[in-house]
């Protein structure tokens, strides 16, 4: 078919792109809501009921390069159906699994296929709009589904729990995944490959894939072991090493996977950097937040789906609106700025959160600010991104940004959480059930992640230059 023309088009492809992010984006924190279900059908150990999520963020976190750039010289359109497929398919095994290693195999390939889709879809997006307003528009709801997503997935993984069981958080994805195959294929733009077929860099692939593997291993696994542990120096320093030869690779192949030339854009850079950073605090805040609501205050699950609720509905209304007006009359840096403030200062909020604490008065500000905060900083910062990358490349500079929220997020995730198990260790006379020591944890845990955002703040502030900022002129109008 030809290229999506018109206004309406691309604004229904749109939907399509986001209705398969959304899939993707909620399927990372509804699993986690199901686990003690899973856990208690399955048979499965505390040690080993880890590998239900790890699989998944394992396999993600190390095909997000190669999926991008897959999108690139191959066809976003195709290689986003392709991601689609498995990861619907996976889903279906998910869905119908009946014992551990099925699943957890099920839930790797679930990994693989989020990662082609999240890294391919921004690059969708970019080619589809690229008049600046639309695209800050459009931009705006990518934002919201990226940034939401997770929260809502905390309340409809709940909802399909307590209601039916835990396969329904899988086999929720079979309807959803066959509407947008059939809407890819009517609405997608089959036109968005490389004019010329240039061959994968097998070599580059396959080391900065295991690079990325080995490196989310020793993360989500150095709190059992022990970050100082032989295993977690080992695995790092595998990881760094097989980085050192990816990046020797790239310097000297034909046709290379990630060429380095991209990382002579300060702005590039500066939102990788940012990516890690807020991430990090926002991984972290988002899983230690639900631990505080029902091991400190007693929420069931539910409730702390509902808890999330005003998080996500503010955090809807600056990115389905403000955040693209403010972006088209302030630039990417001063937006950005002032959203990872918010942010900061929400988690700054929730380091004070008593062990008695209220949801009006010690909850709702910091999940308020949080929203207002991601709703205005998360558009600008893709756009950061994105900015200076030619389209040819904009799948792997997708895959970019996005290896640098997961690994971020993995990071920020393993090493507040070790931070916050460790403090609650040290209150005199501590359990793992005690209330206070664990608020005391999570406190400081939050804390840690509120200096992460301001961090970002600053590197935004400092290295997101003007030049690079410039919204588009006033006279710009959209196409008819």
Sequence with gaps: ?????????????????????????????????????IRADLGFTEATLVWVFNAYLLTCGGFLLLGGRLGDLYGHRRVFMIGIVLFTGASAACGFASAQLP?????????????????????????????ERERAKAMGVYSFVCAGGGSIGVLLGGV?????????????????????????????????????????????AVTVTAALMLAVYAIVGANDAGWTSLRTLALLGVAAALLVAFVAIEARVASPLMPLRLFRSTTLNAANAIGVLWSAAMFAWFFLSALYLQRVLGYSAMQ???????????????????????????????????????????????????????????V??????????????????????????????????????NTAFMMGGALGLAVLASVAAAHTGTRPGASGDDAAALNAGY???????????????AVAAVLITPKAEAPAPAAAQPAP
């Design 1 to 37: 078919m030809p290229p999506v023309a018109s206004t309406s088009r691309r604004w229904l492809a749109l939907a399509v792109v986001c209705l398969g992010v959304v899939m993707v984006v909620l399927d990372a924190t509804i699993v986690n809501v199901a686990l003690p279900s």
């Design 103 to 131: 699943l957890v195999v099920a839930r790797g390939v679930q990994g693989i296929g989020g990662a082609i889709v999240d890294s391919v879809a921004l690059a969708l997006l970019m080619n589809l709009f690229t008049e």
């Design 160 to 204: 399909l729990t307590d209601a039916y069981d835990w396969h329904w958080i899988f086999l929720v994805n079979l309807p959803i995944g066959a509407a947008v195959l059939g809407l890819c294929v009517a609405l997608l733009p089959t036109a968005d490959g490389a004019r010329e077929r240039i061959p994968l860099d097998v070599a580059g």
């Design 304 to 362: 702390v789906g509902l808890a999330f609720l005003p998080s996500n509905l503010i955090m809807a209304a600056c990115s389905l609106g403000i955040s693209a007006h403010v972006v088209l009359r302030f630039g990417i840096r001063w937006p950005l700025v002032a959203g990872l403030l918010c942010a900061a200062l929400g988690l700054a909020l929730f380091a004070r959160a008593p062990v008695d604490g209220g949801f009006v008065v010690d």
């Design 364 to 401: 709702l500000p910091g999940m308020l600010l949080l929203g207002v905060g991601a709703g205005i900083a998360f558009n600008p910062l893709l756009l950061a991104a994105m900015r200076d990358v030619d389209e040819s490349e904009s799948g792997l500079a997708s895959g970019i940004v």
């Design 443 to 457: 406190q400081l845990a939050f804390a840690a992640g509120a200096v992460c955002a301001f961090v970002a703040a």
